[in-house]
């Protein structure tokens, strides 16, 4: 880099006045200011410091201009944006105060202008043909977080009024570059949740999405669909041996990751207690115990767990809190059974109710999802649309679904909608 050019001693430099007319001074005026309203108006980084260099340029007619942001890690200043420089590139750094009229500006936090550069003692020589510089510093809460360095190939190329009107333009760039910088941040932050959340996705996904077990004489069907990228839902089948199967449906209250967080240490609970106790009502009646002692103030879990006895074609369940199951038998009817206390409210008993699975007997799980859909009127889908959809032999829980979903007619989903249905052949 070239040496820097120092005042003679003994000699004094006059410089010209550059004359101004009021006309060219207006069109400059107003250039300057579409050039703000455009730069604050910018919300990405990159292209907001490239706005700012190339409306400055083209406003004022300048050699080079440059935007240096300050490296708070390292401590140093960072070229951000440019244009018109041959020498420095985007990321080339200098040390602040040791640098050029940017590191000093940076330094001491005070604009800096060099009318003749050959006699300033801080201008380090750049493009051909620069005369005149002036250096600004950019500040947030008055903290030093740039410097915009603008150069012209005039002697004394700025007039009071300009560098007036340069320091005013700089503290629209500071805004504009925090406020850049905090949608920046927020993007960042919202890409990483949303790279979360679709990794949780993926894990519940995991855990859900497996086959349904194979039983002679039974069939199983499911439907798990999060209002979000994850559920608060949840169904599982587990090979308790002798031909048991154990059927759980659970529903935890609230929604998105926390409501996730909670399924996931329930469903983890419940495998490790479901053989340890022959009937649902005892299981349940152990799991509320344990959990009880963790769950968040407020928290609850509704729950409808049932074994399988294929070998005995018959089906054993407890509620705690759940809706009522849906037997299809021919007729279709809401079993109107005795539940206890939705987990995590409180000490409850649950009691255990039987039923036999004759050929043709179907026997469906759901969750309130379902039920309490809602279309464009307010008006719940309900257990009557319900009982109506399962009065044709061949439906499906997936068919439910949709039936949901045209009947909301495009109204957003606010609940989890899942369902476990048991088909006896």
Known sequence: MATTSMRTPGTRRVFPSRIHSSCDFVQTLMKMQRAAQLITSTLDLDALLQRVVNDIADSIGCVEVSVWLRDPEVGDMVLHGVRGCSINKQGS?????????????????????APDVDLDPYYVACEIGTRSEVSL?????REIIGVLS????????????????????????????????????ERLKREKMQDEAQEARTVQQSLFLKPVPLVPGFAFETAWHPAGSVAGDWYDFMDLGDDRYGIVLADVSGKGMPAALLMSA??????????????????????NRTISEDLPMGKFVTMIYAVLDARAREITFASAGHLRPLLINGESSFLEVDTGLPLGLGTSPYPDHTIALKPGTRLLFYTDGITEAMNRSQEEYGPTRLLEHFGDPGACVEGLIEDVRRFGDGSDQTDDATAVLIRSR
């Open 137 to 141: 510093p950019l500040k947030m809460n």
């Open 150 to 185: 603008v150069s012209h190939k005039a002697i004394n190329a700025f007039s009071g009024d300009q560098l007036q009107l340069m320091r005013a333009l700089a503290g629209h760039i500071s805004v504009a570059i925090e406020n850049a910088r905090m949608f920046q941040h």
């Open 93 to 113: 750094r200098l040390q602040i105060g040791h640098e050029g009229m940017v590191g000093h500006v940076a330094a001491t936090g005070r604009m800096h202008y």
């Open 266 to 287: 329930t469903r983890a609970i419940l495998r490790s207690l479901a053989r340890l106790y022959p009937s649902p009502g005892e299981t349940l009646l152990h799991l």
